[in-house]
């Protein structure tokens, strides 16, 4: 599977973005999807997953109550609806895949995500 994410810009501190990441190549379905961020000099980590068919979803603590997970699988699809974003939500953030037992091992080309205060 290939991943595409797009969504990413500019925007004040309590403000929102939707990133999005189109998955092409095999059956979207068989894949968690997952999102990560990487700010400058730090680590990537991980923000959030979505399981496979029934919508689980899982979030980094920071991001949870702001940030939503959400996937159509028709349109082979995964969001992240960020709100109420904070200037240290400031990253590229990355779309990944795995499968239900594996590790993530396919990684979109990251989407850059700039709140200022």
């Known amino acids: 599977v290939q991943l595409q994410a797009s969504g990413g810009g500019l925007v004040q501190a309590g403000g929102s973005l939707r990133l999005s990441c189109v998955a092409s190549?095999?059956?979207?379905?068989?894949?968690?999807m997952g999102w990560f961020r990487q700010a400058p000099g730090k680590e990537r980590e991980f923000v959030g997953s979505?399981?496979?068919?029934?919508?689980?979803?899982t979030y980094e603590d920071s991001v949870k109550g702001r940030f939503t997970l959400s996937r159509d699988n028709s349109k082979n699809t995964v969001y992240l609806q960020m709100n109420s974003l904070k200037p240290e939500d400031t990253a590229v953030y990355y779309c990944?895949?795995?499968?239900?037992?594996?590790?993530?091992?396919?990684w979109g080309q990251g989407t850059q995500v700039t709140v200022s205060s």
């Open positions: 190549g095999r059956i979207f379905s068989n894949y968690v």
């Open positions: 979505i399981s496979r068919d029934y919508g689980f979803t």
């Open positions: 990944a895949a795995r499968l239900q037992t594996g590790s993530y091992d396919v």
